[in-house]
């Protein structure tokens, strides 16, 4: 049974710590998006990557936020330092795009997100 | 830049009934796709249903079926015969069709279905 995995479920964390989220996109997938999630905002696209290259991450605060995928099977979304405003569940999708014209052959599938909690 | 709005924060049906939610979208572009995701609070997203904006043809996948109304960007989702389970979030989505264009959906804020027994 294919799924995205991500870790951890939930983290509670102080004002000011480095928080690192954790994405297993499905084997074979080639793309991995990270949303988040607010009440306020709904879900947004933080970052978005193809072939481990990040394509698209001007939803990403650049001076806390960064996004890389040291591998295909990981993908790490990183806070550094951590603010209330971060709080939020965080999203990894991945999916698959090939061919010449770079057609999304299967929509994006989600995991189950992290609940992050700054206090 | 693509927008999708749902203008009912939250709807609610009795068990065994139909329920329609609206979405409309704003884009300049031709070819794209229009998705409803529902997550339960389990916060899993999980897709419902898709549409493809050159197909004339209403998507449907068992009880729940789309009125996909292109020249007026209207998106709605009909369910029918409601169950318990189907209580949730429901986000309506648009992604742009490919080629040099990206991937990443764009969501509306959601609406929040109730299923009263």
């Keep these: 049974d294919a799924r995205v995995t991500q870790t951890p479920r939930h983290k509670v964390t102080e004002m ?46 650049k001076d806390r936020f960064s996004a890389e995928m040291p591998d295909a099977t990981l993908a790490t979304l990183k806070i550094q330092p951590s603010e209330p405003r971060d709080s939020a569940v965080y999203f990894c999708a991945s999916g698959l795009v090939r061919g010449v014209r770079g057609s999304m052959n299967t929509e994006a599938f989600f995991g189950q997100g992290t609940r992050l909690t700054v206090v | 830049a693509q927008t999708v709005t749902q203008s009912q924060p939250e709807m609610s049906v009795q068990e065994a009934e139909t329920v329609t939610l609206s979405c ?17 609070p389990s916060r899993q997203m999980i897709l419902v249903i898709r549409q493809e904006a050159y197909k ?37 989505a648009y992604r742009s069709a490919g080629g040099a264009g990206s991937y990443q959906l764009t969501f509306g804020k959601g609406t929040k279905l109730s299923v009263i027994p």
């Excluded at chain 1, 998006?33 to 698209?56: S, V």
């Design chain 1, 16 to 61: 000011g710590q480095e928080v690192t989220m954790r994405c297993q996109p499905i084997l074979g997938h080639n793309t991995v998006f990270w949303y988040r999630q607010t009440m306020m905002q709904g879900l947004e696209l933080l970052a978005y990557f193809r072939n481990r290259a990040p394509l698209d991450d001007s939803g990403m605060p």
């Design chain 2, 56 to 92: 004339q043809q209403n998507a449907t996948e068992n009880r729940f079926s789309v009125n996909f109304q292109k020249a007026a960007k209207s998106f709605s989702l009909k369910i029918s015969d409601s169950q318990l389970g189907d209580a949730a979030m429901y986000f309506c």
């Design chain 2, 24 to 40: 409309t979208y704003d884009t300049s572009e031709s070819d794209y796709y229009l998705f409803w995701y529902k997550q339960p």
